[in-house]
């Protein structure tokens, strides 16, 4: 068989990234989607022609206003779900400062708010499998490793 006659059966994931911000405290910064009932970390889809680090940096700017720097990948995760195969990756987008959080302006057509939660409470505001992938990118960061997951669960 050659490539394609392959095409159909050849994976092709939608890829997002998001950033995983902490304050002095240690708590995930979260933000509140318009367009979905569940929170998330901020960050978004991957466009044609665009790397993961830079669509991350793109979304913060997008959603929050922030122009930072995208930190190390902290966690890879494949995330199949019935309609599509996707991949998605957190990077470590620090530790925001007062001065910094002042400045969040948030994209009104996309997201409500924001808010600080401890990892242990993630799951009263997000879904189960981005609690899993959050939990993971805060241990990474702590580890100082990067981490391969699939449906939010080491391997």
């Known amino acids: 068989m050659d490539r394609m006659d ?21 708590r995930v910064l979260i933000v509140e989607p318009t367009y979905k009932r569940h929170w998330e970390i901020p960050g978004g889809e991957v466009e044609k022609g665009e790397s993961p680090s830079e669509a991350c940096a793109r979304e913060l700017k997008e959603e929050l206003g922030l122009d930072l720097p995208v930190g190390r990948l902290l966690v890879v995760d494949w995330a199949p779900l019935v309609r599509e195969e996707r991949v998605r990756f957190v990077f470590d987008g620090g530790v925001l400062t007062d001065e910094q959080l002042d400045a969040v302006e948030l994209a009104p057509d996309e997201l409500a708010s924001w808010a600080f939660l401890p990892c242990e409470e993630l799951f009263v505001m997000m879904e189960p499998r ?26």
């Open 6 to 26: 392959r095409v159909d059966t050849i994976a092709r994931p939608a890829a997002a990234a998001g950033a995983l911000f902490v304050d002095e405290e240690g």
């Open 130 to 155: 981005l609690v899993r992938r959050v939990t993971a990118a805060v241990d990474a960061r702590a580890a100082g490793v990067t981490r391969y997951l699939e449906d939010g669960r080491v391997v």
